[in-house]
């Protein structure tokens, strides 16, 4: 019976070595850290308004970046059928879409102009009393190429030819 209890002391001993220098081990792995400095700004998502100078048969747009981050900007502008759209300055038709063919910065509200006129219609033409000129804007965050360029946003299919500054 001694034999049975010195071995069962033996073995706990042992046991309890190996316990605490494996917890000590764990417990030393467990609580290191390493602390970081500094630090970076990090802006998502971009905010655009839309300016409208509305007179009697015609609307002049401007879109301002109200934003933190750089953004591309399109435009799209629906009226009555026979509407005249000039788009002067910085501006590029494509399609439905008048794209902005310069980064527009935060704070930034676009040069040039869009310019929707019904004034100009042919004499006989009847819009009735009352109809709408509506503008949809959409801008999206630059993402760039290999080379700087500009690629076109996820969803647009055309892009005016940007590099970045």
Do not use: C
């Not at 760039?144 to 500009?150: E, I, L, T």
């Amino acid at each position: 019976m001694k034999t049975v209890n010195k071995k069962l002391s033996l073995l706990v001993i042992a046991m309890v070595l190996v316990l605490s220098l494996t917890v000590g081990l764990t417990l030393a792995y467990f609580s290191d850290y390493t602390e970081a400095k500094g630090g970076a700004k990090l802006a998502l998502g971009n905010t655009t308004e839309i300016k409208e100078e509305v007179t009697n048969d015609s609307k002049t747009v401007y879109v301002k970046n109200t934003g933190e981050t750089n953004v591309v900007v399109r435009v799209m502008i629906v009226g009555p059928t026979g509407m005249k759209v000039t788009a002067e300055g910085k501006w590029e038709q494509n399609g439905d879409y008048y794209y902005y063919n310069e980064i527009l910065k935060p704070g930034e509200t676009t040069k040039g102009t869009l310019f929707a006129n019904t004034k100009d219609y042919p004499v006989g033409t009847n819009l009735g009393d009352e109809y709408q000129i509506v503008v949809v804007h959409e801008s999206a965050q630059p993402t760039y190429d290999g080379s700087n360029k500009v690629k076109t946003p996820e969803g647009w299919d055309y892009i005016p030819a940007m590099t970045a500054e």
